[in-house]
């Protein structure tokens, strides 16, 4: 049992990881990593990006649409996908 919950661990922390690199790319590709912002800034937009999405899933959860079951990465106006093979 002990082993099955370090393997757990060890799994979301590899998740965590690629999530993490996944937005560094993401930053990085907009030029928000060149630009001097404030954390607390960079904490706002950030939050204010997860309200869009939050806010788009809450819509397609609703109702009936042809998007549902489309995750917020294939959410119009999101990102193209990013490969995580770096």
């Known amino acids: 049992m002990d082993a099955q919950i370090e393997k757990l661990k060890e799994r979301r922390r590899l ?3 690629k999530s993490a690199e996944r937005f560094a790319r993401a930053a990085t590709k907009a030029g928000l990593a060149e630009m001097e912002l404030p954390d607390e800034e960079l904490d706002r937009i950030v939050a204010e990006i997860a309200a869009r999405f939050r806010k788009e899933e809450r819509k397609t959860a609703s109702g009936p649409s042809s998007q ?19």
């Open 15 to 17: 998740l965590i990881v």
């Open 68 to 86: 549902a079951g489309r995750s917020a990465d294939s959410a119009p106006g999101a990102p193209a996908a990013v490969s995580h093979d770096g």
